[in-house]
């Protein structure tokens, strides 16, 4: 089993800067790709980054520029740095890694941090 833990989240004004931590521990399966999704009231969750082998980088266009996503493959940790924020980023920010066995793969959730952009 899979343990996330998320810290980083918070009460930030808008143009501020906040950066979320993830570290992963338990089973030994490789780590195929690490994600941040998030998810406001009343809306799905949306993939907001993701990190894959060879550091290969995906965002959503509604973050390009602003968020960087990053990992420690030697802590088992990703990382969200996210600038010149608006009020529109504030949702619950939720870690998900997928690791791979063979052909399968396994998702795992994170139990979300709040984070809110507001003056």
């Known amino acids: 089993q899979v343990q996330l833990v998320e810290s980083g989240g918070g009460l930030v004004q808008p143009g501020g800067s906040l950066r979320l931590s993830c570290g992963a521990s338990?089973?030994?399966?490789?780590?195929?790709?690490m994600n941040w999704y998030r998810q406001a009231p009343g809306n799905q969750r949306d993939l907001v980054a993701g990190i894959r082998e060879g550091d290969n980088t995906n965002y959503a266009d509604t973050v390009k520029g602003r968020f960087t996503i990053s990992r420690d493959n030697a802590k088992n940790t990703v990382y969200l740095q996210m600038n010149s924020l608006k009020p529109e980023d504030t949702a619950i920010y939720y870690c998900?890694?997928?690791?791979?066995?063979?052909?399968?793969?396994?998702?795992?959730w994170g139990q979300g941090t709040q984070v809110t952009v507001s003056s």
């Open positions: 338990g089973s030994s399966f490789s780590i195929y790709s």
């Open positions: 998900n890694i997928v690791k791979k066995t063979g052909a399968l793969f396994y998702s795992y």
